[in-house]
């Protein structure tokens, strides 16, 4: 059912708030980590098992929570997804042990494995076919603004008071949302909503969008992970100079996903592929110059820039070329995306043991280029369409 330019722009802004919140929740404990290791008298890498267990669970989870839910009302679905996380976030907050606290966070991971896997296509289903693209960057602002505020404001509260504060302030925004949902969503889905397929299915070009995901997000993160140690043993910064340094990559990713949502409706492979042939260079160019530290700054800023086109790119590619329900090809890019995550983690981790930090860099900057190359043989995969059946009857019958 159709709803108002202005209630439909109310709801895309709901949904940009629910980003932000699902990406705060998920990095904040790294944030916080030594505060709530000491609290929880836990070491500082059980902590850090809050954060890559939350992502395995997501990775898990996305396609089945979406199989499972995918003939209820998306607007129940999300009410319902938000209500879990607002309670999910309280008892964290109050979880008087690591097991309880380990527990609401697995389960914050389940609802924020549903919520990245529907959002998208109920963002694209309140607006025009032409301006899917952009309902969709904007969406991404709130993941954007996430590690500029989110977790920046998180962590010092947290530090300032108890890290519990900040997980009550989630459970609240939850809530929220929740309620927002209820009254901003239409109570009857259109008949193009969510059910539907890509706007040009190809169930070929969607498995290289998923491979792009993977191998794309891998190799950022390769470099991302350690991007401290980076700064602090190559580019030689202290460590008061950090701070900024991972702001000004967090402003060039808010302004990827702001100037990108210009440029999808028009040019969506064309935008992915420049996305990524940017971010291959910064990484490639970090370990070129890593050493020096002005073009160091530059070029983090602008790869904030690129992966935040990245990823809001994969996504609108996704709803592009999704051969199935859109919900579910988007789990299906959710899981991938986390994937690379919890890959580009270990390989880095793997690297800096093993050889140089500038290795991480390097490293990424090449799976970046490879995944730079599934997209350039997309149009390759496509499928050619098929004839029509009547095609040669018609030519055979005589005038």
Known sequence: MPISPRRAAAA??????GTFTYVTIEVLPIGLLTV?????QRSRSQIG???SGYAVVVVLTSIPLTRVTGRLPRRTVLGSTLAVVAVANLLAAAAPTYEVLFGARLVTALSQALFWSIAPSIATSLVPEEFRGRAVARISIGAALASVLGVPI???IGEHSSWRVPFVATAALGAGLCAATMLL???????DGIARRGSAPDSRRYV???VTAAIGVTGFMTFNTYVTPFLLDISGFGSNALGPILLASGLGGVAGAVLVGRLLDRHPWGVLVQALVLLAAVLLGLAAVGRWQVPTVI???VGGLAYSSMAVALQSRTLVVAPMNTSLASAGTNSAYNLGIAAGAFIGGLLIDNTTVRSVALVGGLLLA???LVVLSEPLLARKPAPRPDAHRVCEEPA
Request: aromatic share 4%; hydrophobic share 65%; proline share 6%.
């Open 185 to 191: 969503l239409p109570h009857v889905e259109g008949p």
């Open 370 to 372: 490879t995944a730079a």
């Open 49 to 51: 098992l809050l954060v």
């Open 12 to 17: 895309l802004l709901m949904l940009s708030v």
């Open 154 to 156: 998180g962590t010092w």
């Open 208 to 210: 290289a969008v998923v």
């Open 36 to 40: 709530m290791a000491d609290d929880l």
């Open 299 to 301: 070029l983090i800023a």
